[in-house]
């Protein structure tokens, strides 16, 4: 077993780290919460588009995507060191590089089903970066952790396509002005088996009746930089049969088909929040003067540290196997190890966050330094991709499947 990384990904993480210590972390303060008193604006920064060009210029472009001819090309386990290291600035480098979510599981779906014309029309712009989308799953009146329970209205219209009815909630991109399509999943054959009752839609998001009606915040974040997270509502949308993605009513696998990689980056960028926060930690506690010693010569504080550094190492070892198993036996075959990072990367890099902000004082809970965004970012990575209950689940079912005796 080798630990050491490829060549081509030692190659690309050293140009990384170059980019994010030149341009990424420099640019930090230009995407920081803007002044509630100030009317909202959800354009991205100015100096986005700089960022993205100097990182495509380094060859840091669409890391994210397997395909050689529209992506890097890379594995799921050449990409997960990379992706760690975009983890640590989670609000501005995964965009620099367009392999911020939602869009990357957009692509990923756009590149496995969609046909040549939906490729060009949504996913070119979009590998581009001159686009922006958001997936419209959740619902605010349904529990949506179930998948098979969303229901927003899809009903057939003459002529093979759909007009859609209902409400969605938490679809994040949505409110930025580059976002120019919505993936939407609603229940189009409501007779059909749980699994075979949905279909997705590709919906322009200036469609007539696509009514944004608001932003949501998550612990006062407004996640501008992510486009925000949307409640949307659609009255009576109609798209053609050139807008279904794959075959009506496989809607379910779709997305699931999606979460699949998308729940693995994810992960991956969860261990540099937590690497961030352990390294904020460190520097704080070797400063801080108390009872007449650094804090850094505390006996509970060497405890943190030295928890916080074992946990980090377990969560590494735990998503490059994740990535590897992906990338010899499938998505399907690995289903178990990829519920069992969702479960324990949000809380890993939760606990060390926590403990950072703990070591920082009260000061760890103001906006000076990124911890307080760090910790909310990870909180509510226990939510999107579905919560850790339903990965627990899925993981114990499986388990307990090898024991059944009828
Ligand atoms: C930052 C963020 C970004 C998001 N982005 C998107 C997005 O882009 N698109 C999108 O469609 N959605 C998005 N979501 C929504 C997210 O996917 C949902 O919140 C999640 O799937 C849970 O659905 P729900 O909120 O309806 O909770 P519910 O389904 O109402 O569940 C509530 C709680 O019930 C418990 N529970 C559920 N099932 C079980 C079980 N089997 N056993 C035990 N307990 C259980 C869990 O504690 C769960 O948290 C985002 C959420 C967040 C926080």
Same mark, same amino acid.
């Given at each position: 077993?080798?630990?050491?990384?490829d $060549?081509?990904?030692?190659e690309?993480?050293?140009?990384?780290?170059?980019?994010?210590?030149?341009?990424?972390?420099p640019?930090?303060?230009?995407?920081?919460?803007r002044d $509630?008193?100030?009317?909202?604006?959800?354009?991205?920064?100015?100096?986005?588009?700089?960022?993205?060009m100097?990182a495509?210029?380094?060859?840091l472009?669409?890391?994210?995507?397997?395909?050689?001819?529209r992506?890097?090309?890379? @594995?799921?386990?050449q990409?997960?060191p990379?992706?760690e290291? @975009?983890?640590?600035?989670?609000?501005?480098?995964?965009e620099?590089?367009n392999?911020?979510?939602?869009?990357?599981?957009?692509m990923?779906?756009?590149?496995?089903?969609?046909?040549?014309?939906?490729r060009?029309?949504?996913l070119e712009p979009?590998l581009? %970066?001159?686009?922006?989308?958001a997936f419209?799953?959740?619902e605010?009146?349904?529990?949506?952790?179930?998948?098979?329970?969303?229901?927003?209205?899809?009903?057939?219209? $003459?002529?093979?396509?759909?007009?859609?009815?209902?409400?969605?909630?938490?679809? @994040?991109?949505?409110?930025?002005?580059?976002?120019?399509?919505?993936?939407?999943?609603?229940?189009?054959?409501?007779?059909?088996?749980?699994?075979? +009752?949905?279909?997705?839609?590709?919906?322009?998001?200036?469609?007539?009746g696509?009514?944004?009606?608001?932003?949501?915040?998550a612990?006062?974040y407004?996640?501008e930089?992510?486009g925000?997270?949307?409640?949307?509502?659609f009255?009576?949308?109609e798209?053609? $049969?050139? %807008?279904?993605?794959?075959?009506?009513?496989?809607?379910?696998?779709l997305?699931?088909?999606?979460?699949?990689?998308?729940?693995?980056?994810?992960?991956?960028?969860?261990?540099?929040?937590a690497e961030?926060?352990?390294?904020?930690?460190?520097?704080? #506690?070797t400063r801080r003067?108390?009872?007449?010693r650094p804090?850094?010569?505390?006996?509970?504080?060497?405890?943190?540290?030295?928890?916080?550094?074992?946990?980090?190492?377990?969560?590494?070892?735990?998503?490059? +196997?994740?990535?590897?198993?992906?990338?010899?036996?499938?998505?399907?075959?690995?289903?178990?190890?990829?519920?069992?990072?969702?479960?324990?990367?949000?809380?890993?890099?939760?606990?060390?966050?926590?403990k950072?902000?703990?070591?920082h004082?009260?000061?760890?809970?103001?906006?000076?330094?990124?911890?307080?965004m760090?910790?909310?970012?990870?909180?509510?990575?226990?939510?999107?991709?579905?919560?850790e209950? #339903?990965?627990?689940?899925?993981?114990?079912?499986?388990?307990?499947?090898?024991?059944q005796?009828?």
């Amino acid at each position: 077993m080798d630990f050491a990384p490829d $060549p081509r990904t030692e190659e690309l993480r050293v140009e990384l780290l170059a980019f994010m210590d030149e341009h990424v972390y420099p640019a930090e303060a230009q995407f920081e919460r803007r002044d $509630p008193a100030q009317p909202f604006s959800w354009e991205r920064p100015k100096i986005m588009a700089e960022l993205q060009m100097e990182a495509r210029r380094r060859g840091l472009w669409n890391l994210f995507l397997p395909d050689h001819e529209r992506g890097a090309g890379l @594995t799921n386990l050449q990409y997960a060191p990379l992706a760690e290291i @975009t983890g640590r600035s989670p609000h501005v480098a995964p965009e620099a590089l367009n392999c911020a979510a939602p869009d990357t599981g957009n692509m990923e779906l756009l590149h496995l089903f969609a046909t040549p014309e939906q490729r060009e029309h949504w996913l070119e712009p979009l590998l581009d %970066a001159r686009i922006r989308s958001a997936f419209c799953m959740t619902e605010p009146d349904v529990a949506s952790s179930d998948a098979s329970n969303i229901a927003l209205a899809m009903a057939p219209s $003459p002529g093979g396509g759909f007009r859609l009815s209902g409400r969605k909630w938490w679809s @994040t991109g949505a409110l930025s002005i580059d976002c120019a399509l919505l993936v939407v999943m609603g229940r189009s054959h409501p007779d059909a088996p749980p699994h075979k +009752r949905h279909t997705i839609t590709l919906v322009p998001r200036n469609a007539p009746g696509v009514v944004i009606r608001r932003g949501l915040s998550a612990f006062g974040y407004w996640d501008e930089t992510h486009g925000g997270h949307a409640e949307i509502e659609f009255h009576d949308v109609e798209v053609g $049969p050139e %807008a279904v993605l794959g075959v009506p009513g496989h809607g379910f696998a779709l997305a699931q088909a999606r979460l699949g990689p998308g729940r693995i980056h994810h992960c991956m960028r969860l261990i540099g929040m937590a690497e961030r926060a352990f390294d904020l930690m460190c520097e704080r #506690v070797t400063r801080r003067v108390a009872f007449g010693r650094p804090l850094a010569e505390q006996g509970v504080v060497h405890e943190v540290i030295a928890d916080s550094r074992v946990k980090i190492e377990q969560l590494r070892l735990q998503v490059l +196997r994740c990535a590897w198993l992906i990338d010899t036996l499938g998505a399907k075959a690995a289903a178990s190890e990829i519920s069992a990072i969702k479960i324990s990367a949000p809380e890993t890099a939760q606990w060390v966050i926590d403990k950072a902000i703990h070591m920082h004082g009260a000061g760890g809970m103001t906006a000076d330094s990124p911890l307080a965004m760090l910790w909310a970012q990870a909180r509510g990575l226990r939510f999107a991709d579905g919560p850790e209950e #339903v990965h627990r689940m899925s993981l114990a079912r499986r388990e307990l499947r090898r024991f059944q005796v009828h």
